[in-house]
């Protein structure tokens, strides 16, 4: 059984706005008004999606240099706190 895959994005009215500081990035989330700390993997992650919009998950591990399965915990993480979507 083949799996289609999954595209990710911010999700809709997530207003992210981040900040980094010594290996650690700061999110907050305008909508939520939660403020999180994230690794570099996590901001890796989230900011090849701030930049380059919608990115299906292949092309997400090589963009940030994660293998699929650090990759799947990350955007499940990040779903979970509402920064993401996905189609």
Known sequence: ???PPRFWRIADEAGLVWRYWDGE?????ALANDTH???EAAGAVLL???EGGEQEEAILAD????????LDVI???LAKIDFLAWR
């Open 63 to 70: 963009a940030c240099g994660l293998d699929r399965e650090d």
């Open 37 to 39: 700390r994230l690794s």
């Open 25 to 29: 990035y700061v999110f907050h989330h």
């Open 48 to 50: 090849s999606l701030l």
């Open 1 to 3: 059984m083949v799996v």
């Open 75 to 77: 955007l499940s993480a």
